[in-house]
């Protein structure tokens, strides 16, 4: 009985070291052996098998990619201090997992000190406007110090990226403004310029009502003066002179706008002076008035041809004083002595 409990005793112990001595190692995984403290060799993904007690698992290497995620604070060229994100994502080389395991205590804050140094280096050269337009020059500035630094201890650096700016909140709230102030400075804009081109229209518009409506007014009067030309010929052929015809028309106007004032119940156009003697008197001033106009204009026409008489006299007299007679040629040219 005893022998038995020795034997299952001696069987399962025999079955945990066997089983120690079998591992795994998962995908994009490494794992590094040791043998007492030194090391053996280095796993990749699947099913293995070590020296039970002897070979021990030192550690495992992730091999995928990793990101690394460091808040910078720093000052700018023109004194404002920022705040930038860098991402950095990394990876170990599979050729080179003996030194990612052993050379570097911890991958994380040695990449995160040659951020920060890299960033304090580039930033405080550029303004802040410079630091939103220029985010891709910094990511390559670390990109390439941690290329060169990180190499030697296994790691490839695959990307880094500057994901955020957040500058100090006065300034955010200044910018802020500024960029309100330029806003409502281009909307102010905006609005004259719509402004102008209504004042614009309106003066078209209103330029070519003022136009459409000259000539309908001189259509208007041009029609009137025809009317009346005809009205002047209809009563000149009945016997009536021309200033009488004119006469007795402004006096019919005269009449007719008198009626048409009549039918107006709300018109406020008083006509003075306005009694019964207004249409003779009208008539009779016209008719003195024309024959006064006749008279002064038969006598400037005489005034005028009289002055045009004296100045064509004038003229003939001025261009005899300057006229010279020629001499006459002697008889015998030829012979002035008159010898034969």
């Not at 039970?52 to 990793?66: A, F, H, T, Y």
């Not at 580039?122 to 990180?150: C, H, Q, S, T």
């Not at 209103?206 to 459409?212: D, G, T, V, Y």
Request: glycine share 4%; hydrophobic share 40%.
């Amino acid at each position: 009985m005893i022998a038995t409990i020795f034997t299952l005793i001696i069987i399962v112990f025999a079955l945990i070291i066997l089983f120690s001595g079998v591992f795994t190692v998962k995908q994009q995984t490494a794992a590094v052996l040791e043998r007492f403290g030194k090391f053996q060799r280095i796993s990749n993904s699947g099913l293995h098998f070590k020296m039970p007690i002897i070979d021990q698992i030192s550690g495992r290497i992730n091999l995928k990619v990793q990101q690394l995620d460091v808040l910078v604070e720093t000052k700018t060229k023109d004194d404002v201090f920022v705040k930038l994100k860098i991402s950095v994502q990394f990876q170990v080389i599979a050729s080179r997992i003996y030194d990612a395991f052993y050379k570097l205590e911890n991958s994380n804050d040695q990449i995160t000190s040659y951020v920060f140094d890299v960033v304090r280096a580039e930033v405080p050269k550029m303004k802040l406007d410079d630091v939103f337009e220029r985010k891709d020059d910094i990511a390559i500035a670390v990109k390439r110090e941690l290329n060169e630094a990180m190499e030697e201890y296994g790691y490839d650096i695959i990307k880094t990226l500057v994901t955020d700016i957040d500058p100090d909140m006065q300034v955010k709230a200044a910018m802020n403004r500024i960029n309100a102030s330029e806003r409502e400075k281009v909307a102010a804009e905006y609005e004259a310029e719509a402004e102008r081109i209504k004042i614009v229209a309106k003066a078209r518009a209103e330029a070519e009502s003022k136009r459409l409506q000259g000539q309908g007014i001189a259509d208007q009067r041009r029609e009137i003066a025809r009317g009346l030309e005809e009205s002047v010929d209809v009563l000149n052929n009945v016997g009536i002179n021309s200033q009488e015809a004119s006469a007795l028309i402004v006096v019919t106007q005269h009449y007719d706008t008198l009626q048409s004032l009549g039918e107006e119940t709300q018109s406020n156009l008083i006509l003075l002076p306005n009694s019964p003697q207004t249409g003779s008197d009208m008539l009779n001033n016209m008719i003195a008035s024309f024959s006064a106009s006749n008279q002064i204009g038969e006598a400037m026409k005489k005034e005028n041809a009289l002055r045009e008489e004296k100045r064509k006299k004038k003229e003939e007299k001025g261009q005899r004083k300057f006229i010279k007679p020629t001499p006459e040629a002697p008889e015998n040219q030829d012979n002035p002595t008159g010898e034969n």
